[in-house]
């Protein structure tokens, strides 16, 4: 590398940890998906045990500012912040009867007020403008007592008032829409309140889209719980008038409820619970309490979306799931204070020693990649429906117009002597409840392996486009390192240069490499005319060739004798083998 190029990579990484800088100091966010709601009281025996496992979480906290415009404080949330834990306040108008929101006279008010608020306080730069308005309860209720239905447009057309206002004052922060009142909807009017005329799903599409036709939104807000605190309520898929009827509720506010133009939005889960009291004592199922591992199942199963079907599909990712609530005098669902409050924290650690963090979203990789595991697996079970052990998924591109063998290569270890220690490989549509596969070369088997590091591989031809790799898992294997190549025949076999098939690097191959460009005729092997392995074939590629037989150029880029292209590119492979 010359003095020039050095420069310019120097300058390159100064840019970037300037950036880095720039981005942690003004908005920095917890890369783990745990969470707790409730600033005040200090959920300090939560976070704390997070600290312990050298994660951080998100706090939730809940605020009722007014609509006062010439109130202009704040908040100090560095308490929580200044530990690496990230805090969300929601703002509200009021609690019931003065509404989430206040009355439309009073929207200006209220925007001006959040906007104070935000501009006021520390340690948080994450605004939920309102909570649920698909419930009658957060209505705010006029002079007579009675409540007037808030539509999703109605509610738009606030919260764009609120975002306009606090970006006025605070541009980096980001503003995000309310959550809503899962299962709620459509019911008839009170005596008190009008009726709401349409499911909670429907009513967060249409609020959604109202919004993001009257300008910017940053991310998204959602209540996810469970009926009930069992395995089979987490992953229940009954459906009521056609929406989950449990914690898969979470599906419909991501697939329907959500515009796909706005899925590349972070999604974070404010409030999270199994809908019945954790204690027990819930008017609905008094007899209903917190069951162990529900914390952990509902961890790990947006842990599971998140590698999953968001990369895989491009659909939203979930940055917390925050538990409703710690607060031991606000409502009945407290945590803190509960005969189940031991069990809770102790499958919180349970779960935080997994370091669930929320992924980056990447374009697909291209053959060849290696995949480095970082973490050891949760336990997951291979005959438990509906994902059967699947863990991980990655999307990866064939390039070129011919189908390719491609190998995967799984290495790792499992348990000595252990029979449910095992992980797989699958491709594109292998079912991961077939297991024909299993305890064969391609698979490891704790049985098989007895603990030994092992590697396990298989063969596939692949046509050109977009693939997807799965990692399925039973039980808590060491999985290592994934490999995925090209298997190239002899045919792929070339010289770089030879752009003429004659065996000779010399003129005549930049010449038929001019012909390719100008004149349209075709060469059988385009890599080797590819003389800088830049991937494409262009005049670049002529001069340098001419460099080398001429002006004592740099020589073309490998194969220099007859072998296969170690690297990957879009140009198809030989025709034919080029070597004797």
């Given at each position: 590398m010359d003095y020039g190029q050095a420069e310019y990579f120097t300058g390159i990484r100064m840019c970037a940890a300037m950036l880095f800088f720039f981005t942690v100091s003004t908005n920095a966010q917890t890369r783990f998906i745990y969470g707790i709601h409730d600033f005040e009281p200090r959920p300090d025996e939560f976070t704390s045990r997070l600290e312990a496992a050298d994660v951080r979480g998100v706090v939730t906290a809940t605020e009722a500012v007014g609509h006062n415009p010439t109130d202009t404080?704040?908040?100090?949330?560095?308490?929580v912040s200044s530990r690496g834990h990230t805090v969300i306040s929601r703002l509200n108008n009021g609690y019931f009867p003065l509404g989430t929101i206040p009355v439309r006279t009073e929207w200006n008010n209220f925007a001006a007020r959040c906007a104070s608020f935000a501009s006021a306080s520390q340690g948080c730069t994450l605004w939920v403008i309102g909570n649920e308005t698909n419930l009658s309860g957060e209505w705010p209720a006029e002079p007579n007592g009675y409540r007037k239905y808030i539509s999703p447009e109605d509610y738009a057309d606030c919260f764009r008032r609120v975002y306009n206002s606090i970006k006025a004052v605070c541009p980096t922060h980001l503003v995000i829409p309310q959550a809503l009142a899962p299962f709620a909807g459509p019911y008839g009017s009170g005596s008190d309140h009008d009726a709401?005329?349409?499911?909670?799903?429907?009513?967060?599409?249409?609020?959604?889209?109202?919004?993001?036709?009257?300008g910017g939104v940053d991310?998204?807000?959602?209540?996810?719980?469970?009926?009930?605190?069992?395995?089979?309520?987490?992953?229940?898929?009954?459906?009521?008038?056609?929406?989950?009827?449990?914690?898969?509720?979470?599906?419909?506010?991501?697939?329907?409820?959500i515009p796909q133009k706005l899925w590349s939005l972070p999604v974070y889960a404010t409030e999270s619970n199994g809908y019945y009291f954790w204690k027990g004592?819930?008017?609905?199922?008094?007899?209903?309490?917190?069951?162990?591992?529900?914390?952990?199942?509902?961890?790990?199963?947006?842990?599971?979306?998140?590698?999953?079907?968001a990369l895989v599909d491009g659909k939203p990712i979930v940055r917390s799931l925050n538990f409703y609530r710690w607060c031991s005098d606000c409502d009945g669902?407290?945590?803190?204070?509960?005969?189940?409050?031991?069990?809770?924290?102790?499958?919180?650690?349970?779960?935080?020693?997994?370091?669930?963090?929320?992924?980056?979203?990447?374009?697909?990789?291209?053959?060849?990649f290696t995949v480095d595991?970082?973490?050891?697996?949760p336990p997951l079970q291979k005959e438990e429906a509906p994902y059967l052990g699947v863990w991980r998924s990655w999307v990866f591109n064939i390039a070129g117009t011919n189908a390719v063998s491609v190998t995967f290569e799984l290495s790792g270890a499992a348990a000595n002597g252990s029979d449910d220690d095992d992980a797989r490989l699958l491709v594109d549509s292998d079912d991961p409840a077939v297991g024909t596969t299993w305890n064969t070369t391609a698979s490891?088997?704790?049985?098989?392996?007895?603990?030994?590091?092992?590697?396990?591989?298989?063969?596939?031809?692949?046509?050109?486009?977009?693939?997807?790799?799965?990692?399925?898992?039973?039980?808590?294997?060491?999985?290592?390192?994934?490999?995925?190549?090209?298997?190239?025949?002899?045919?792929?076999?070339?010289?770089?240069?030879?752009?003429?098939?004659?065996a000779v690097v010399d003129l005549s191959d930049a010449v038929a490499t001019l012909f390719h460009l100008?004149?349209?005729?075709?060469?059988?092997?385009?890599?080797?005319?590819?003389?800088?392995?830049?991937?494409?074939?262009?005049?670049?590629?002529?001069?340098?060739?001419?460099?080398?037989?001429?002006?004592?150029?740099p020589p073309p880029a490998a194969p220099a004798g007859c072998d296969r292209d170690a690297t990957s590119d879009d140009l198809d492979p030989c025709a034919k083998d080029r070597c004797p």
């Open positions: 404080s704040g908040k100090d949330y560095r308490s709401m005329p349409i499911d909670h799903v429907t009513y967060m599409r249409r609020m959604l889209e109202a919004i993001q036709a009257s991310g998204i807000a959602l209540h996810i719980p469970s009926r009930g605190y069992s395995r089979a309520e987490v992953f229940s898929t009954q459906k009521v008038n056609g929406n989950y009827w449990s914690f898969f509720c979470y599906k419909d506010w991501i697939e329907r409820g004592g819930h008017p609905e199922a008094p007899a209903r309490t917190y069951e162990p591992g529900w914390v952990k199942m509902v961890l790990l199963e947006i842990d599971r979306w998140n590698h999953n079907e669902w407290n945590i803190d204070g509960t005969p189940q409050e031991s069990q809770i924290l102790a499958d919180l650690d349970e779960a935080a020693a997994y370091k669930l963090e929320w992924p980056d979203r990447m374009p697909p990789g291209r053959v060849p595991i970082e973490m050891r697996p490891l088997d704790g049985s098989r392996d007895q603990g030994a590091t092992a590697t396990a591989a298989f063969t596939r031809s692949l046509s050109p486009g977009q693939h997807v790799l799965r990692l399925q898992i039973d039980g808590t294997p060491f999985i290592q390192r994934i490999r995925v190549f090209s298997a190239m025949p002899p045919a792929d076999r070339f010289v770089r240069g030879d752009a003429n098939s004659d100008f004149a349209d005729r075709a060469l059988d092997c385009l890599d080797a005319a590819d003389s800088d392995d830049s991937g494409v074939i262009n005049v670049t590629d002529v001069l340098s060739l001419l460099g080398y037989l001429f002006k004592d150029g």
